[in-house]
């Protein structure tokens, strides 16, 4: 069965530390894709980055980062010189396929909360 | 406005009350979907509706009634809840029902008292 497992329950770093969150995935899917989203204090969930299960090149975007591995089942997520702003509770997700076609839903991570410290 | 608006923010319900849940989405998406959220567990889906058709049911008690009456708008209809729907709502839309391109709203905190 699809499963996404986020092993850190929370993170807690003082600002311009680097910090590492974890994502490990189980799937059968052949064809899948690979989410983060950021839920800030604020509520709403914001999608950071999908990733196709095709493409394995890591991904930088300013001072977040990503590394996919097929080998491990893996999608880390990384940033750089954190910020107290970076401060939230992060969700890895996977799509699963719903039979034929291009219908999807997620499936959910618990989520690793994260605190900036000054 | 624009992105997927949720109102109310915060409901503090008693068991016996009857109340509704709303979103509304500005992008022009045709798939909209109910989620919640409880602490200590996945992100739940409970509802989807695609092109305002509902399309799929989570096993979802009876006590949560949706609506969607375009596809624009979604509600999520509450009577005689108990206290453990206590939890965040989640509204969000997408372009077909591929599964990226996800916008969630701000969620309602519900209380159930």
């Known amino acids: 069965a699809q499963k996404v497992t986020q092993a850190q329950t929370e993170i807690s770093v003082v600002e311009k530390e680097d910090v590492t969150l974890d994502c490990v995935y189980e799937t059968r899917d052949t064809t899948y894709y690979l989410f983060w989203y950021k839920q800030p204090p604020s509520g709403e969930l914001v999608f950071l980055i999908r990733r196709n299960s095709f493409d394995e090149q890591n991904e930088i975007s300013g001072r977040y980062s990503w590394n996919f591995q097929k080998s491990t089942s893996s999608f880390n997520f990384t940033i750089t010189a954190s910020q107290v702003v970076d401060s939230a509770v992060y969700f890895c997700?996977?799509?699963?396929?719903?039979?034929?076609?291009?219908?999807?839903?997620?499936?959910w991570g618990l989520g690793t909360s994260l605190a900036v410290n000054p | 406005e624009t992105g997927v608006t949720q109102t109310p923010r915060h409901l503090v319900m008693g068991m016996t009350n009857k109340k509704s849940l709303k979103c509304e989405q500005h992008l022009g998406h045709n798939a909209m979907y109910w989620y919640k959220q409880s602490a200590k567990k996945p992100l739940e889906l409970m509802f989807v509706?695609?092109?305002?058709?509902?399309?799929e049911n989570n096993s979802v008690p009876s006590r949560f009634s949706p609506e969607c009456p375009n596809s624009s708008h979604l509600f999520l209809h509450l009577h005689t809840l108990q206290p453990e729907d206590s939890a965040l709502y989640l509204c969000?839309?997408?372009?077909?029902?591929?599964?990226?391109?996800?916008?969630f709203g701000s969620g309602t905190r519900l209380t159930v008292v």
């Open positions: 997700a996977l799509s699963e396929a719903l039979g034929a076609g291009n219908n999807r839903k997620l499936i």
């Open positions: 969000a839309s997408s372009q077909g029902r591929v599964a990226y391109g996800y916008t």
């Open positions: 509706y695609s092109l305002e058709e509902r399309v």
